[in-house]
């Protein structure tokens, strides 16, 4: 099992550039979430989904988009990219256990 | 809407003396909580969970929580710090029965030689 993989792991961007974060998991997780961590804000929730075609905002969802077409994949869109979205952004999944499985991170850098 | 808050952002403590990291919690139903350890450079990991049932709660790499209702408190605990432990802390909680996982501020540990 590969577990929760994230691509890529380094971007740097344009003030209104658009991109996509990838996630990916292999363990037929129902849950994903995505976060955003900064120095001395711990990581923040933006986006979360309970399954396929079911998804809710978290605490910080301004300026970013998601969707979950399938059970494996719950991307991450930045449609107009912005200086305060400079983060590092980590994917996560979730057992019925309540265990949540982090991906590695993307290191995103708006400039 | 629940929480978590840990007090202050840095612990420092010497190998081989106890390791304390607080973290109480607000909600309004029976929460679950967690703790997760971040290594530089990596995603999260989970030490250990409290969900129902012993209050004591043990982890991994010799980690320990205690669930006190009373005190809406979760500390984590670890008799002797090793070099190793060395890394950043984070408090969590969901509502329980919602996988919807909400994080605290973090605490960084540093253990000295």
């Known amino acids: 099992n590969a577990g929760v993989t994230q691509t890529p792991k380094f971007q740097v961007l344009k003030t209104g550039q658009s991109m996509t974060l990838q996630c990916a998991q292999d363990?037929?997780?129902?849950?994903m979430s995505w976060y955003r961590q900064d120095p001395g804000m711990g990581l923040r929730l933006i986006h979360y989904?309970?399954?396929?075609?079911?998804?809710d905002q978290g605490e910080v969802p301004n300026g970013y988009n998601v969707s979950r077409s399938t059970t494996e994949d719950f991307p991450l869109r930045l449609l107009s990219a912005a200086p305060s979205q400079t983060s590092v952004y980590f994917c996560a999944s979730g057992d019925r256990g309540h265990r949540q499985f982090f991906g590695p991170g993307t290191r995103l850098t708006v400039l | 809407a629940q929480s978590v808050t840990q007090l202050g952002s840095h612990v420092s403590v010497s190998e081989g003396a106890l390791v304390l990291l607080r973290c109480n919690y607000s909600?309004?139903?029976?929460?679950?909580l967690f703790w997760y350890v971040q290594y530089p450079n990596q995603g999260l990991q989970l030490l250990l969970k409290y969900t129902t049932g012993a209050t004591l709660v043990k982890g991994i790499n010799g980690f320990e929580a205690e669930f006190k209702k009373s005190e809406t408190s979760f500390h984590l605990t670890k008799p002797s710090a090793h070099m190793s432990d060395a890394a950043e802390y984070f408090c969590?909680?969901?509502?329980?029965?919602?996988?919807?996982?909400?994080f605290g501020k973090g605490m960084k540990l540093t253990v000295n030689p």
């Open positions: 989904s309970v399954g396929a075609g079911i998804t």
């Open positions: 909600s309004s139903v029976p929460p679950y």
């Open positions: 363990m037929n997780h129902e849950y």
């Open positions: 969590g909680i969901s509502q329980g029965g919602s996988e919807k996982l909400v």
